[in-house]
């Protein structure tokens, strides 16, 4: 079955320690999400890459950076985790095309725990 | 700023019987498209159904319909016959500036 894939599932660092998470879709989707989603609240968009394209939302911390060096796969990379960074992160994709819009697909998450 | 205001923070339901999660949302946008997503407990997010905003007739997906009022830019879901699987959160989430803006959730309980 066609999915979002998310490794890992939990990922647990140190404070202050760089950490990289995986998003990998058989989707073939060309817009690729991550979002931050903390206990009981709604996601919040990080950035997305439409095709090549990296898009940054104006509010997330530098801390945060993204790669995707294919259609298939999307790296988030924490440089330093602070404590506040603690989360679910999720990755999700869709299909747009000119003018019409798909739906987003979300992948299960990775929670991260800093210690 | 785009909003999205879920105004039911939990909800409870007895098992095979119906409720309703409304959702308003802010937006001067004319064409657009709303979802609403389930996020069971530990588990992952996924599409409960989705509306065009041109399109009068309201969507459908099985158990799971929505009563979409663009004037009054309203977009609640109704889940029929309601199931201990449909136990989750649930969020509204516009497509508005070109991203979607997700409510704050809606904690819905089926009860046996």
């Known amino acids: 079955d066609a999915m979002v894939i998310q490794n890992p599932r939990y990922q647990v660092t140190q404070f202050g320690k760089p950490v990289t998470l995986s998003c990998s879709q058989t989707?073939?989707?060309?817009?690729m999400y991550w979002y931050q989603q903390k206990s009981s609240q709604a996601p919040k968009l990080l950035f997305h890459?439409?095709?090549?394209?990296?898009?940054n939302e104006a509010d997330t911390p530098d801390n945060f950076q993204s790669r995707r060096p294919n259609t298939s796969f999307c790296f988030l990379d924490i440089r330093s985790p602070g404590l506040g960074d603690a989360a679910m992160y999720l990755c999700a994709t869709s299909r747009q095309t000119s003018g019409v819009y798909h739906t987003q697909y979300f992948g299960p998450g990775t929670r991260l725990t800093v210690l | 700023a785009q909003t999205v205001t879920q105004s039911q923070p939990e909800m409870s339901v007895q098992e095979a019987e119906t409720v309703t999660l409304s959702c308003t949302y802010d937006?001067?946008?004319?064409?657009?498209?709303l979802f609403w997503y389930k996020q069971p407990p530990s588990r992952q997010m996924i599409l409960v159904i989705r509306q065009e905003a041109y399109k009068q007739q309201n969507a459908t997906e099985n158990r799971f319909s929505v009563n979409f009022q663009k004037a009054a830019k309203s977009f609640s879901l109704k889940i029929s016959d309601s199931q201990l699987g449909d136990t989750a959160m649930y969020f509204c989430?516009?497509?508005?500036?070109?991203?979607?803006?997700f409510g704050q959730g809606t904690t819905l309980q089926v009860k046996p």
């Open positions: 890459y439409y095709d090549k394209d990296f898009n």
């Open positions: 989707l073939n989707h060309n817009v």
């Open positions: 989430a516009p497509r508005l500036a070109g991203k979607l803006i």
């Open positions: 937006t001067s946008e004319n064409n657009y498209y």
